[in-house]
């Protein structure tokens, strides 16, 4: 089985010995974990993305699962049939991918009236590229044209996950901020990144909301000192995998 696991914003695949998919690349040893460039819009994300998969994988059906931004990245290849992969790319799962947008990264844009982004942009702006595009790419005001501009592909199967459980310390702020920015239930509902209505693609998830935040996804917690999530991750990326497997 051709796997691919595509990473979010920000954060490399790997960073001081720890796997942005916890325990995954020893899990699916045979599977690939693409660098892309962590601060950059979906367009070069993406052209990076096509580029190690063709390497990789030059023939035979293949399997994308995506977390958060790398969801965008991988339906933006998708779209643009970017060298030829969207002819055999059989499935793509998103787990908690703003395929709506963030408010968060309004946030930061300043796209919200009435509120003083520049004290949290300042810091950001040491971490990702000024005119990158990649923070734009996640703001709700920017999704309705990605998503005219960018529609599935007939043959994949889209799915897409979700989870809301328990919020660590480092990502209440911003749970707290999408929950009271929300207007319907589904967009109060959120990880401490993404909404539930953000995160259904293309309209409900393919089970029920897991009991992790963003970060416990893919198997961390800032609140502890070894980083290690209690949420069981590993199953829950067992079951996409036997999901995107039965679409072959």
Known sequence: MNLVFASGFLVPQKISGVDYFR????????????????????????????????????????????????????????????????????????????????PVADLFLGLLPGIDAQPVRKVLDHFVSVGSGALDALSTKSAPQFNQDNPDVPHVRYLSYFGCGHISVALLPTHEFIKLHGKSDDEKTNDGVVSLASAKWPVELAEPSWPADHLAQIGHNLDTLDLHSSFDHLSAFDRIIKSAAATS
């Open 23 to 102: 325990h995954l690349p020893a899990r699916y040893p045979e599977a690939l974990f693409p660098e892309v460039p962590v601060d950059a819009g979906i367009p070069d994300r993406a052209e990076v993305l096509a580029r190690q998969i063709a390497q990789r994988f030059p023939s035979g059906e293949i399997h994308i699962v995506a977390h958060s931004m790398g969801g965008l990245d991988s339906r933006f290849l998708l779209s643009k049939n970017l060298l030829g992969l969207a002819d055999r790319v059989v499935s793509l799962s998103t787990v908690s991918t703003p395929h709506r947008g963030s």
